[in-house]
């Protein structure tokens, strides 16, 4: 079966720190795969996305992944980060069923210390 | 700011009680899906559709849930006698199409079945 795992529940990070959240997918061919972010009380926001190419990608409020295909990995990276980071972090992938619904990690809960 | 508008964003019911979730995908989005988010941050896929024809859903025996899509109206998810393990976020989302897009999420309708 198709999966996605974070394997890092809580991050703590003091601001200006570098950051790097794991995610290790499962997936017969080559995925497309994302990163979204919930503030409390929010719901989901898509900070990036690969879909093919190259395989670092850019996204919203400096943060980057890198898609590994050796690894079967997809990780977030920001350079410096800000209390505003503090959040929890989701990766997701395709689901078995070819197209359209996703699947998701368990979430890794980041606390930024000022 | 999210451009998938979901309403209401809190309820709170009596187990039994009926709950109504509505949700304005973003203007151009054939692709409508609901997720039900756990106080554990897992995903549960419930139901997508493009346009008023439902693609996947799961298993809905139990017939408590229902969903909808009807043209020039709001999609609705609704769940006809609340049970306290449906309390949870209810996430939806839009998509531009059917395979390999991105989910684009609104705020959520957070269930409190008391």
């Known amino acids: 079966a198709q999966s996605v795992t974070q394997p890092d529940a809580r991050v703590t990070v003091s601001e200006g720190a570098s950051l790097q959240l794991r995610c290790k997918y499962s997936y017969s061919g080559t995925p497309y795969l994302f990163w979204y972010v919930q503030y409390p009380r929010q719901g989901l926001q898509l900070l990036l996305k690969?879909?093919?190419?190259?395989?670092v990608v850019q996204g919203v409020n400096g943060f980057e992944a890198e898609f590994i295909k050796s690894n079967s990995s997809f990780h977030l990276r920001k350079a410096s980060v800000h209390w505003s980071d503090s959040a929890v972090y989701f990766c997701?992938?395709?689901?078995?069923?070819?197209?359209?619904?996703?699947?998701f990690g368990g979430g890794t809960r980041l606390t930024v210390r000022p | 700011n999210s451009k998938v508008i979901q309403t209401p964003r809190y309820l709170v019911k009596g187990q039994g009680q009926k709950a109504k979730m509505r949700c304005i995908p973003e203007?151009?989005?054939?692709?409508v899906f609901w997720y039900q988010q756990n106080k554990n941050n897992e995903f549960k896929f419930l139901i997508n559709f493009q346009n008023q024809e439902v693609l996947q859903q799961i298993d809905m025996t139990e017939k408590r849930f229902s969903a909808e899509c009807p043209s020039n109206s709001p999609c609705s998810l609704e769940i006809q006698s609340s049970e306290a393990g449906d309390s949870a976020l209810y996430l939806c989302a839009s998509s531009p199409g059917a395979s390999g897009n991105t989910l684009y999420f609104g705020e959520g309708s957070r269930l409190i079945v008391v």
């Open positions: 203007k151009g989005h054939p692709v």
């Open positions: 997701a992938g395709p689901n078995n069923n070819a197209g359209a619904k996703l699947t």
């Open positions: 690969y879909y093919s190419g190259d395989p």
